[in-house]
């Protein structure tokens, strides 16, 4: 073999190495700019919380998937994590960046094909302590596919409702993994 077709033949093993890692997936970057993330406590403390992870992926099954998006968020006290669950979904429409504007709401222990889970934690001593969730909800009113943001709000009642809270969230980016 001469060294004109070892070159090409290294050139185009490159080409195809590179091309199977192409993706037209662009990750958005969590600290993105003009987010808000806010919560305020029953005993109306406000405070603004830093986004550290916002995914949205889905879950194939044979009967039709499910969306899921798991949000994480935490300040120096507290901490907020969303798990919203929404299908059944068919094949042709469970890869697709969208979710319905709508209320996603979660009661104790139900199983359902749409759930608002809110988690809290509050930070006692060096580690958050995690409060169990009794009732809450996640609305979403503004979902940007293109943009890949989310806007909304949400509430939450925790430990036999001791622990209760509400915020509201703008221009939040998520991640899609297909």
Same mark, same amino acid.
């Given at each position: ?34 987010? =808000? ?51 059944? =979904? ?89």
């Amino acid at each position: 073999m001469s060294n004109n077709q070892i070159r090409f033949l290294i050139a185009v093993l490159i080409c195809g190495a590179n091309a199977a890692c192409q993706s037209d997936y662009n990750t958005p970057s969590f600290t993105c700019s003009n987010y =808000y993330m806010g919560l305020t406590l029953q005993d109306s403390g406000s405070y603004t919380l830093k986004v550290n992870n916002n995914t949205l992926f889905r879950i194939p099954s044979d009967t039709g998937g499910s969306k899921y998006l798991t949000l994480e968020t935490a300040n120096d006290s507290f901490k907020i994590i969303f798990n919203l669950r929404h299908g059944t =979904y068919p094949d042709a429409a469970l890869y697709n960046d969208s979710l319905p504007l709508k209320t996603y709401i979660f009661t104790g222990n139900r199983d359902s094909t749409t759930s608002g889970l809110v988690v809290a934690a509050v930070k006692t001593g060096n580690e958050f302590k995690f409060a169990d969730t009794d009732t809450s909800s996640i609305t979403i009113t503004r979902w940007n596919i293109s943009k890949q943001t989310m806007s909304g709000s949400y509430y939450f009642e925790s430990n036999n409702h001791t622990l209760t809270g509400k915020g509201t969230f703008s221009n939040v980016c998520f991640t899609s993994l297909k």
